[in-house]
């Protein structure tokens, strides 16, 4: 695995920072359609490392995501799926004041994909790499609140 260079990670936290939405109004979810558009496969196995890291932040079955409305990108459809399978209640219609919003977006910079995934004021971020094939996490989660 190609080790990433330690210039894009202050790069990447510097967009996570100023990137529109990502202060105190919304984000809409972006379709990671930009991460491969050829293998839902992939995409599924970056919801399912999304999902465990959620898993570790807030527990299933006491919490309820509301996305803003229904993912229909290949990523956003396994991450609802995976969070259901996990017991987590989802709501796909947006205006739950009862639940937490939860909004994700990604970037790619030379073949490194950074993905964010918002949850009422905390972000939690990771960067994976398909310079092997299928794509793996070239960091450590990171979280901000």
């Given amino acids: 695995m190609k080790p990433i260079p330690l210039l894009f990670i202050p790069a ?10 990502c202060g105190s109004r919304p984000v809409a979810a972006v379709p990671v359609a930009v991460i491969d558009n050829n293998s839902s496969t992939r995409l599924a196995e970056v919801a399912g490392d999304t999902v465990e890291q959620i898993s570790q932040v807030y ?6 995501f509301v996305f803003d409305s229904p993912p229909v990108d290949p990523f956003g459809a396994a991450l609802v799926r995976d969070l259901r399978l996990r017991g987590y209640a989802i709501n796909e219609g947006g205006g739950d004041p009862g639940g937490i919003a939860l909004q994700f977006e990604t970037a790619t910079v030379d073949g ?8 009422d004021g905390k ?3 990771r960067i994976y790499s398909d310079a092997t094939g299928p794509f793996e996490p070239v960091s450590l989660w990171a979280m901000r609140e």
């Fill in 112 to 119: 490194q994909y950074y993905l964010a995934v918002h949850l």
């Fill in 12 to 21: 990447f936290a510097l967009l996570l920072t100023n990137a529109p939405g």
């Fill in 123 to 125: 972000t939690l971020s």
């Fill in 59 to 64: 527990p299933s079955v006491q919490t309820r």
